[in-house]
Nanobody, 116 residues
Framework: QVQLVESGGGLVQAGGSLRLSCAGS????????MAWYRQAPGKQRELVAS???????NYADSVKGRFTISRVNAKNTVYLGMNSLKIEDTAVYYC??????????WGQGTQVTVSS
């Protein structure tokens, strides 16, 4: 099971940008399908973006065209680039790793706050 540590969250004004990073442990990081989820206060956790081990990506409709997920397997890291941030993007963002052979893993989360 991979250990995940997120970083890069913070406070940003609406229209601004942030880049989140998720560093994973282990030598088989490249075999995991990775994803970013977020959870706003009082709401359910939702999928923001995902990237397969082969590099295919998928995005929630609410972030398409604004967010970009990418990965650098040599660095055991997945990124979430976030542009044109909106107040409704405020949430705790979690990194997730899935592989059919082991239980999925979650990071501890990083807070993103978008102010007006």
């Amino acid at each position: 099971q991979v250990q995940l540590v997120e970083s890069g969250g913070g406070l940003v004004q609406a229209g601004g940008s942030l880049r989140l990073s998720c560093a994973g442990s282990g030598s088989i990081f490249g075999l995991y399908n990775m994803a970013w989820y977020r959870q706003a206060p009082g709401k359910q956790r939702e999928l923001v973006a995902s990237i397969t081990s082969g590099g295919s990506t998928n995005y929630a409709d609410s972030v398409k065209g604004r967010f970009t997920i990418s990965r650098v397997n040599a660095k055991n890291t997945v990124y979430l680039g976030m542009n044109s941030l909106k107040i409704e993007d405020t949430a705790v963002y979690y990194c997730n790793a899935k592989n059919s052979l082991v239980p999925e893993s979650w990071g501890q989360g990083t807070q993103v706050t978008v102010s007006s």
